[in-house]
C-alpha cells in the first residue's frame, strides 16, 4: 500500500480524514510515544471527539502521553486493558523494563482491568476499545469493525 511507503508526521493528521484511531503494540509505543506529546494530543482530541479509538498490547503506553494543562491524564477513569504486569514477567522481560506499563497506567489514574496471561481480552469504555495481549488484536479488530458498523 502506498500509504504505508509515505507516513505522515503525527502533527500533521486531521483527525476528520479519518473513521478511526488506531495504535498497535510491540515494545516502541513504551520507548517513544509514552512521552510523545504530539500523538499524546492526538489521543486526545480522538477521545474528546468520540472517534472510535483502538490500542493494543503495549500500545496503551502511548495514552501515558494524553495529560493536559491541568497534569492529568485525558485517560484517568476510563476503563483499558494492557499487556499485564504478569505477561511482562512470564515473558522474561519484567525484571529488565525500566517500568510496567500496567503499574503507570494505574498510576496515570487509567482503570487497568486485566484479564488471563496470553488469552484474548478486550476492554470496551464507549468508543475506547483496548486488547490486553497479541491474541487479542482479532476480537479488537472485530469490536472496532462493529463500532464503526
Known sequence: IDELKRPIALTDVDLDDYA????PGGHGPME????????GRLLTEALASGKVLGVVCHGPAALLAAVGDDGRNAFAGRR??????????????????????????????????????WAPHVVVDGTLVTGQNPASSAPLAAELLKQLG
Open 20 to 23: 478511526a484511531v488506531f495504535y
Open 80 to 117: 483499558v486493558t494492557a499487556f499485564s504486569n504478569t505477561e511482562e514477567h512470564q515473558a522474561g522481560l519484567g525484571a529488565k523494563a525500566a517500568w510496567l506499563l500496567q503499574d503507570r497506567l494505574t498510576a496515570a489514574g487509567v482503570d487497568v482491568v486485566v484479564g488471563e496471561p
Open 32 to 39: 517513544d510515544l509514552a512521552v510523545d506529546a504530539d500523538s
